[in-house]
């Protein structure tokens, strides 16, 4: 498969030339030998901006991908890409958390200065799992912090403002009003590159979600919505994003982990009604690479892009994906109507009962992204670099799932 | 249609059929109102020739414009019919088609649209033309392919040469086998009499069932039938071959119910009984979508070449959601009940037109390899439809629904008349 990602290696990286008999045709009539770059330790991997413009690669090769990959080295050594782009000054808001923290390493791997503005809750720095000591070194001794508040919009004048910076990657804005206290602050920028959300996408019978599809004016991510109107409205260069449910080491919100907990515990996993619901899932590696992606390229001016991976899956689906993920054995699965149930303030299920993906296909085309990450393959990253270390954000709680297997008939569990 | 027809300059199109015989007139189409020609389709009289085809090229919604659908308009501008048949090298088609069933929809908007861009086409249709078959859509409406200069001929696929005679051909659709024992024969004629390339339509139900959604050309697929015959092809040495996998189909001249299920409910003021949970996946793609897949796939040979192609629209459905959208194009309500076939004891095959599972491929080869896109836009389709029920009287239709009152009695639901 000829991958948009090519990078020019330094000595030591391994490459990796991918033979696969089926998709050879393709491989030949593109006239360049299918490459793959092997990642570094910390699953990150380099990229070529200068590629970022280039043609869409395979999108429908997802099975060679997976079968490649399954036999592929992790090499430790970095390759480090010459960027082709400008270096920019980029201020993250956010950039501890989960996202951030892959895309402020991009960033400053590809030569930029990068300052995260936070309020010093987390700490700025700290060593991701399977990052080595080298690379932290590296990343925490070039990356910079500005301390301070971003919903106190009167304040960032003076400790945003004057800096030079002439991007700006907000990781973390929820309201239109927060965008545009920053913009005020700031005044011109190369780019205003935004986390927005899929949540944004009015429900429909017809899927997958496309960009051109209507947002719900109801939604709980409306602020998301509105700071896309806003950006607009302000005539910012400006490229927002639009992730799915993102997953990954480190992810705060109880995705993966939810299914890990149950599946370590051995216990059955309760799925509200068929099952059948589909859903789409990216790795937080393959959505910084494509926030990277989208920098400096001025086909995603004005443009909104859906980010995930690239197959949807059911939800019976991402729990047998977390059992082989985790080596667990297939699970059982328990299905319930949750209209039986009151669980009061407590959600027995961590995904939306409802079909919820998008068509990643404009990114593919204008961004020159492809995810990287099949969904076994994905989930066992996260798996081997976060809770199968033991490490995870929310305690296990069962007390949901206890009350749907005693309604069920199904026998019940004894806290361990 | 006789009007549309008469505005169209092409109309002293060739009458012969393959033994030189004018084509019966009470094959012509049906005299019934056609209004899907009505002031509603989006598109200008230069492209009504091929009509039929380029019927959903509605501008809402969806996808925009690409160097594809410019191609196509081009293509669409009428006078290059019936002298192209008298010039220069232009491709020979032939289109090998069944004579029923939810695919022989699809060698009739391909023979359309192979004319429209300049090829020569000659569709044998399996059996023979004096068959009660041949009563149904699309072959009720052939004069239209005559008219555009297309060659209609019958015969049997497991000889071909005995059928097309002495003629010869650059390009071969085998729209009819399902396994080896029927495309086999056409496959070694194909070869054996020079054709450069061999396009096969297969099935999208051959794909694996699967935890991610959706099929994706390269998928596993189940070893027999279609999935042989994909393999004998690509190793028989043709110039190129490609497989498409097409799913479920929409449009004028169907030879299979699709929406008409739903709308035979919806009109009576039955409900829609789907098999639980109702929110199934599936594709029912306009068939001109399909055309257009198989039409760039012989324009472009060698992109084409070696490619299986998803042969369907890029917006799944639900299963409930098909029953609104049929609703909404009938400016009715309907209340959809949900079921469990197998708690009633229904044949769940019998009882509903669509697989009760996730059925739901991309058409991503067809979109990268060809720089196709998709033209389905089922809201507008489905109006375009609902009006040519209408037309044909079907609403008057008395239709009994024993499956449906068996399933209405076991999930215990008074039946309103």
């Not at chain 2, 092809?233 to 110039?239: N, W």
């Amino acid at each position: 498969m000829a991958s948009a990602v090519v990078a020019t290696p330094v000595l030591g990286a391994q490459l990796q030339v991918k033979g696969n008999a089926s998709r050879s045709s393709r491989s030949s009539a593109s006239g360049a030998v299918a490459v793959r770059l092997n990642k570094s330790f910390s699953g990150l991997h380099s990229v070529d901006l200068s590629n970022a413009a280039s043609s869409a690669t395979s999108s429908f090769n997802v099975h060679a991908v997976k079968s490649s990959r399954a036999g592929s080295q992790r090499n430790p050594a970095l390759a480090v890409v010459a960027s082709a782009g400008e270096k920019k000054n980029i201020l993250i808001l956010g950039g501890t958390r989960f996202i951030g923290l892959f895309l402020a390493r991009l960033l400053v791997k590809e030569g930029h200065e990068v300052t995260l503005f936070t309020r010093g809750k987390a700490a700025v720095t700290s060593q991701l799992p399977g990052e080595t000591d080298e690379e932290y070194a590296a990343y925490s001794s070039q990356v910079k912090h500005i301390k301070g508040d971003r919903q106190d919009f009167d304040s960032l004048k003076d400790v945003i403002g004057g800096k030079g910076f002439n991007v700006v990657y907000d990781i973390n804005g929820r309201e239109g009003t927060e965008a545009e206290a920053i913009l005020n602050a700031l005044g011109d920028l190369d780019q205003y590159i935004f986390c927005s959300s899929a949540g944004v996408y009015l429900k429909s019978d017809l899927l997958p979600h496309r960009e051109i599809d209507a947002g719900d004016p109801k939604s709980r991510h409306k602020g998301k919505l509105d700071t896309e109107a806003l950006l607009e409205s302000k005539g910012v260069r400006w490229t927002s994003i639009r992730p799915v449910y993102i997953y990954g080491p480190l992810n705060y919100n109880p995705v993966e982990e939810w299914f890990f907990h149950r599946l370590k515990a051995g216990r059955p996993i309760p799925v509200p009604n068929s099952g059948l619901q589909v859903t789409q899932l990216g790795h937080v590696k393959d959505l910084a690479v494509a926030f990277v992606k989208a920098l400096g390229n001025e086909k995603a001016i004005g443009q909104v892009y859906n980010i995930s991976g690239s197959r949807y899956v059911t939800f019976d689906g991402i729990a047998r994906a977390a059992a082989k993920a985790g080596g667990f054995q297939e699970p059982e699965l328990v299905h319930y109507n949750p209209k039986e149930f009151d669980f009061g303030k407590k959600k027995a299920f961590p995904l939306r009962d409802q079909h919820f993906f998008t068509s990643i296909e404009k990114a593919q085309a204008e961004l020159g992204w492809e995810p990287e990450f099949g969904l076994v393959e994905g989930l066992t990253d996260s798996y081997n670099l976060d809770f199968g270390r033991g490490t995870f954000r929310k305690a296990a709680d069962f007390s949901t799932d206890d009350l749907i297997l005693e309604k069920l008939g199904k026998k019940t569990f004894v806290a361990a | 249609m006789a009007t549309l027809q008469a505005a169209v300059s092409c109309s002293n199109v060739s009458q012969l059929t393959c033994n030189g015989v004018p084509s019966s007139s009470s094959r012509s189409s049906s005299s019934a109102v056609v209004s899907w020609l009505s002031p509603s389709s989006k598109f200008s009289s230069e492209l009504r020739l091929s009509s039929v085809s380029s019927f959903s090229q509605s501008t809402s919604v969806l996808q925009n414009s690409s160097v594809v659908s410019q191609v196509r308009r081009e293509a669409l501008r009428p006078g290059k019919v019936g002298a192209a048949r008298a010039a220069t090298g232009e491709k020979n088609v032939l289109i090998i088609n069944t004579n029923s069933g939810g695919h022989a929809v699809i060698g009739f908007y391909f023979a359309k649209d192979l004319r429209a861009a300049g090829f020569d086409v000659t569709i044998l249709t399996v059996g023979e033309e004096s068959s009660d078959k041949m009563k149904k859509p699309p072959f009720s409406r052939f004069s239209e392919l005559k008219e555009v200069g297309v060659q209609t001929i019958w015969g049997s696929p497991a000889d071909v040469g005995a059928a097309v005679g002495s003629a010869k051909f650059d390009v071969v659709l085998d729209n009819s086998g399902k396994d080896l024992d029927s495309v086999k024969p056409v496959a070694d004629w194909a070869k054996a009499s020079g054709v450069e390339q061999f396009l096969f339509i297969s099935s999208a139900g051959i794909y694996k069932s699967t935890d991610e959604p959706p099929h994706v050309e390269g998928d596993a697929v189940k070893g027999a039938g279609h999935a042989e015959v994909e393999k004998y092809v690509s190793e028989l040495g043709f110039k190129s071959w490609a497989s498409f996998r097409p799913q479920y189909m929409t449009g004028s001249g169907n030879n299979k119910d699709c929406e008409e299920y739903f709308f035979d409910r919806i009109v009576r003021g039955r409900p829609i009984l789907i098999p639980e949970p109702g929110l199934q996946l599936t594709n029912i793609s306009h068939v001109s979508d399909l055309s257009s897949i198989l039409t760039l796939a012989a324009q472009k040979p060698e992109a084409a070449n070696g490619q299986i192609f998803n042969c369907v629209s890029d917006r799944a459905v639900t299963l409930s959601g098909f029953a609104r959208l049929c609703a909404k194009a009938a400016g009715k309500e309907v209340e959809v009940i949900l079921y469990n076939p197998k708690a009633v004891g229904v044949d769940v095959k019998k009882a509903f037109p669509f697989r009760p599972v996730h059925f739901y491929a991309e058409p991503r080869a067809a979109k990268e390899l060809l720089g196709w896109t998709s033209k389905t836009n089922l809201p507008e389709d489905l109006k375009e439809r609902y009006a040519e029920y209408i037309s044909i009287g079907r609403d008057k239709k008395d239709i009994k629904f024993e499956l449906d009152d068996k399933i209405l009695e076991a999930v215990k639901q008074p039946v309103t008349v």
